[in-house]
């Protein structure tokens, strides 16, 4: 907003009177309080302690014992979606992420990009004084944009806030993260040998940057927007933390069900009648087809727990140890904010509020995983083989998620999980606390509210009024409401009456207490919507969605569906996408350069994304490397992409070239030169894949081949990845191996640089259309919602 200048300009400064008014940086009002929005992800309503489940979050209880908890909170049931609501006070569709960002299409519900005249939180408050910090998870941003060569007006930096640190996608390492500062990616200060976790690296930014300013401005209150990795796919977690749950899921997941929602009952988060689902509430690939015959995605199929073998509930109970060790790591490093908080004064007067972006995810399919990188590349989980790393689970080496009956468990009492628009999907836990702002201490609130509530709520406690413009550009209205009003009334009437839902196909509407809710599967492609069956439930009263009402009241059922079309309508909510994962992956996007037949790589720049990098799985490809070598000694990586969970390098080691390929994470395959590197100036180093079709699609299997200049120095048969390594989130890199290594074979010492030489450049040739697993690369890409 421009503030008119209210001085006096004449030609001699002396007759002129300065007014500083226009030029001033702005102030929060005296005494204004600081926000924290902390956004877990992928944690169920019934997860945490304080929600009765079986993790231990005594420091998430902490903030609960100080203020509220919400138990008809909502999201929109994946995270893109929700975290524009949250930053926003929009609805998802309005802020055009009807879905992840990596499934943006050309439409205004769901290119991937918030519009400027639906500013962030973090603009509104910086611009009245307040500093704005964000660390974690972003995923905000279109993949195109998730590179150095791009914009960056959808970064952090572009939507106001003046520091950030993470990383701008779905997923990553929590040992080996992507992480980006500022406006460029950087290495990671330490090893997992050293202590490092991505938990514990943000919380200690976190705080950094508020001592920062503090130091300067020590009255100026802060805005934080602190998004851990916990508890989204890959599971990982310090050993010490998984050990304290040892044992403590060996009964499963129905038991664990049943014994939470006692606890629910007695603490009041749910009502005293509520009752369970069935583990397969909307069906199986036997019990529900589509309008055209199509069978239920298997992907979303629960196995009962005593259908399983001793090894199975071995594996599964494990899997459920490690999710709980890390929210309860992710919650003690809260814990460590608490108490900067504390010492510093601040917590008094700093209003914070803890929510989960959707329901726990059933993403890991019946059976769970142990390496994500298998079902990308259609090779089944091998129980002998999973068992073989349980000790390993949530650790570097393996890059895991559970199977979908602990989603059922974690989100107790409801049915079904992220994705769906059943509460399973989208009642999430909402804690809010503010000592000096409100009264209740550790009461709860049943009143009806959504994640585009937080904005207003937000703006309401600071006494801030939204502004009309943002940068020039007039802003639209908000879709939240304030939650201030149950602050300090148990017994208010709440404030919403009407909230939309849209997923994926999956459709649902709340209208005052009521809610209407489709049996549509995600991503099943099935369209026919007006075939669909609407169920209905009085979730005032009956919030696990167990009895459908629909058969009784069908006229209630047709005010609801038109409810739903109007508010759709209002929301931009149209075209509804449903496509399977593949209709979804290959459909064209606007990218920043088009695919070529030659690379050409420099040492030491930053890492390249995978998805602007080479594609060399499907086809042959020849890497060289022109260095000058002046001396016996050289060592290092010359090029590298991907990671132990699936990737390939070229480096050098005792004097001679090695070519490794890691096939899936499941074996190596090294081709070694026979001779001697030699020495001298403009050497080509080199390695030749060509690959034959003695192999079937998908796998790409052929000679790879070693090369000083034009002399072939060794060979050797392998087959190359079919699915892509985004999933482990490494690009590619020229001079080093930065984040999670491809090979435990290189040389030195991390990040393996390449010494005793001068890479000049590394060019990467590819011949040929690539065979692609277009079904698997699309699944592995929702895989990372």
Same mark, same amino acid.
């Given at each position: ?9 004449? &030609? ?22 600081? &926000? ?17 489940? !079986? ?51 050309? @439409? ?7 519009? !400027? ?30 590179? #150095? ?48 976790? @991505? ?71 749910? !009502? ?26 298997? #992907? ?74 298998? @079902? ?77 509530? #937080? ?31 149950? @602050? ?104 920043? $350069? ?76 090294? &081709? ?13 180093? $080199? ?76 060019? &990467? ?16 890409? #929702?895989?990372?919602?």
């Amino acid at each position: 907003m421009s503030v008119p200048f209210k001085g006096k300009v004449n &030609v001699d400064i002396r007759d002129s009177v300065e007014d500083w008014t226009p030029f001033a940086p702005p102030q929060a009002p005296e005494g204004a309080p600081n &926000v924290i929005y902390i956004v877990l992800d992928d944690v169920g309503f019934s997860a945490m302690s304080c929600y009765g489940g !079986p993790i231990k979050t005594p420091n998430i209880d902490k903030i609960a014992g100080d203020g509220l908890r919400y138990t008809q909170w909502h999201t929109t049931a994946l995270c893109s979606p929700t975290r524009s609501c949250l930053l926003t006070g929009r609805n998802h569709t309005r802020n055009s992420m009807a879905c992840i960002t990596e499934a943006s299409s050309g @439409f205004a519900n769901a290119s991937g990009t918030i519009p !400027p005249e639906n500013g962030m939180l973090s603009e509104i408050l910086g611009e009245r004084g307040w500093n704005t910090y964000m660390v974690g998870k972003w995923h905000l941003c279109p993949t195109v944009e998730m590179n #150095l060569a791009s914009t960056r007006r959808n970064w952090p930096t572009g939507r106001g806030f003046e520091r950030w640190y993470g990383f701008l996608g779905a997923e990553t390492s929590q040992w080996y993260p992507e992480l980006t500062y500022d406006n460029h990616p950087v290495d990671q200060p330490r090893t997992p040998e050293e202590g490092y976790h @991505f938990g514990v690296d943000i919380t200690d930014k976190a705080i950094e940057f508020i001592m920062d300013a503090k130091a300067v401005a020590p009255q100026k209150p802060f805005f934080l927007y602190y998004a851990p990795g916990a508890c989204h796919a890959p599971h990982h977690a310090p050993r010490e933390w998984i050990e304290k749950y040892r044992g403590q899921f060996d009964m499963g997941y129905e038991a664990i069900r049943e014994e939470t929602l006692e606890r629910q009952k007695q603490m009041g988060i749910v !009502p005293a009648n509520t009752e369970l689902p069935p583990m397969n509430p909307i069906g199986t690939s036997e019990t529900r087809q589509g309008p055209e015959g199509q069978p239920f995605p298997a #992907l979303d199929v629960t196995r009962p727990w005593d259908s399983l073998s001793a090894e199975e509930k071995r594996l599964f109970g494990r899997m459920a140890e490690v999710y709980a060790g890390f929210l309860s790591h992710a919650d003690d490093q809260i814990g460590r904010l608490l108490d900067y908080l504390e010492e510093s004064g601040e917590r008094e007067n700093t209003l914070i509020m803890v929510v989960s972006d959707n329901g726990a995810s059933g993403e890991g399919g019946p059976d769970g995983s142990v390496n994500e990188m298998l @079902f990308m590349n259609g090779i089944p989980d091998d129980i002998t083989a999973n068992l073989a790393m349980l000790d390993d689970l949530g650790g570097p080496k393996t890059y895991n998620h559970y199977p979908n009956g602990w989603a059922m468990a974690f989100n107790t009492p409801f049915k079904m999980w992220k994705r769906y628009e059943f509460n399973g999907g989208t009642s999430d836990p909402c804690v809010i606390s503010w000592p000096a702002g409100m009264k209740a201490k550790g009461e709860i609130r049943a009143q009806y509210h959504h994640a585009i509530d #937080l904005v207003p709520t937000v703006l309401d406690a600071l006494g801030v009024q939204a502004p009309d413009t943002i940068k020039g550009h007039t802003q639209s209205h908000f879709d939240g409401v304030s939650m201030r009003y149950s @602050f300090d009334d148990q017994a208010a009437a709440g404030q919403r009456q009407t909230q939309f839902f849209s997923m994926l196909g999956s459709r649902g509407i709340w209208h005052d207490g009521w809610k209407a809710v489709t049996t549509h599967p995600t991503l099943a492609g099935w369209a026919h919507y007006n075939d669909d069956d609407w169920e209905l439930y009085h979730v005032e009263v009956d919030r696990s969605e167990l009895h459908n009402l629909a058969a009784e009241q069908p006229e209630k059922v047709r005010e609801m569906v038109n409810i739903w079309y109007a508010e759709a309508g209002a929301n931009q909510g149209f075209p509804l996408d449903d496509r399977s994962a593949l209709e979804i992956f290959v459909a064209k996007r606007p990218q920043l $350069s088009a695919p070529r037949d030659r690379y050409v790589y420099f040492p030491n720049h930053a890492e390249v994304p995978e998805a602007q990098a080479v594609v060399v799985r499907g086809r042959s490809f020849v890497i060289g490397a022109l260095v000058d070598i002046p001396e016996p000694g050289a060592q290092g990586v010359l090029f590298a992409q991907g990671s132990r969970f699936g990737g390939h390098a070229l480096y050098v080691k005792d004097n001679r070239l090695h070519y490794v390929n890691s096939f899936v994470g499941m074996f190596e395959q090294m &081709v070694v030169a026979t001779d001697e590197l030699p020495t001298g100036t403009d050497l080509i180093l $080199s390695a030749s894949f060509e690959k034959d079709d003695v192999d079937p699609p998908p796998v790409t299997a052929g000679i790879l081949s070693l090369y000083y200049g034009e002399t072939k120095v060794g060979e050797g048969r392998i087959k190359t990845q079919p699915g892509s390594y985004m999933i482990a989130g490494e690009g590619l890199s020229i001079g080093r191996d930065v984040g999670d290594q491809v090979t435990e074979d290189y040389p030195g010492e991390r990040p393996f640089r390449f010494t005793g030489g001068t890479i000049k450049r590394v060019a &990467v040739d590819v011949s040929g259309e690539p065979y692609i697993d277009l079904e698997r690369e699309a699944q592995g890409m #929702l895989m990372r919602e």
